[in-house]
């Protein structure tokens, strides 16, 4: 386009007889026409380039590191830990890992809200408040004798729940009978029984005369129980040898349930109650 506009401006510079000599032409003028490379150059200025936010890493939510144990340790829920007031009476009773003995007790009036009769055998007839305990406790003793029966262990439930009434007069017989000393040996001041808790059964076997003696521990029945009773959430709550740390004399009839796993740690390691809540530590 641009040699056709020069090539009439020539023509007309012919025709109207143009004296000027081409020489004097202003070539730099004519350099519109004839540089066809030439382009118009339009300078840019950059752009001004809107700082770009750095993506931040999410904060993972902080969570508490569980805390450091070691062997002679174990981590157990708060709610599991026995809550006492002023005057160590027990504030918690509903936790099944209540700890009851001759240094805390439980309200006067408290009657477990659970209670239950298990389907087990018994040694005696009738309906009977002995008869029962916490549902928990109640189905984990079911699962203890079906395991006993499949081999061939025959063994009878004896006495379960016991309100503090009953305990009162249980206690004060004996204190009559007895005097004090043998009977704080033997028995529990009411209040202080773990039979008040719903999950202790007393258990014995024929080959014991159904009777709560250390007999029972020495018979076939007593020795299996002694074995198997953890793998069904149970404990000797009072053990040969642990009068000091309990302040009972050997009980192997007193079955006192637990669960399953803290059971079976308290049998690994030989523990009481006691023993084990020293070694327990909050999550």
């Known amino acids: 386009m641009k040699k056709k506009h020069f090539s009439v401006l020539v023509i007309l510079l012919l025709l109207t007889g143009c004296s000027k000599q081409l020489d004097d032409v202003n070539w730099k003028f004519w350099e519109y026409f004839t540089n066809d490379g030439a382009q118009e150059v339009v300078e840019e200025t950059p752009s001004e380039e809107e700082p770009v936010e750095e993506e931040q890493p999410e904060e993972s939510p902080q969570t508490e590191a569980p805390p450091e144990t070691n062997e002679n340790q174990y981590v157990l829920e708060e709610p599991f ?6 005057e160590k009476v027990i504030e918690n009773t509903e936790n099944l890992l209540v700890l009851v003995n001759k240094n805390q007790s439980l309200p006067a009036d408290y009657v477990p809200n659970d209670l239950t009769i298990p389907d ?3 040694s005696f007839e009738g309906d009977y408040e002995k008869k029962y305990l916490r549902e928990a406790a109640a189905r984990a003793l079911e699962e203890l004798f079906a395991a006993a029966k499949a ?73 299996w129980v002694k074995e198997h009773a953890s793998e069904h959430g149970f404990i ?24 399953k796993e803290v059971a079976a740690y308290m049998d690994e390691h030989d523990l009481t109650l006691e023993e084990f809540f020293d070694r327990a530590i909050k999550q």
């Not at 028995?187 to 258990?203: C, F, N, V, Y």
């Open 81 to 86: 830990f026995t809550v006492l007031n002023e």
């Open 120 to 122: 087990v055998p018994f």
């Open 151 to 223: 081999e061939n262990v025959e063994i009878f439930a004896v006495s379960g729940y016991r309100s503090y009434e009953t305990q009162y007069g249980i206690y004060n017989t004996y204190l009559k009978k007895w005097g004090e000393e043998k009977t704080n040996a033997v028995s529990a001041i009411p209040g202080h029984s773990e039979h008040q808790t719903g999950l202790a059964m007393d258990i014995s076997s024929r080959s014991a005369a159904l009777d709560l003696t250390e007999e029972f521990g020495n018979t076939p029945e007593g020795k």
């Open 236 to 259: 000797i709550r009072y053990p040969k040898d642990g009068e000091v740390i309990t302040g009972y004399q050997y009980e192997p009839w007193h079955l006192r349930y637990v669960g």
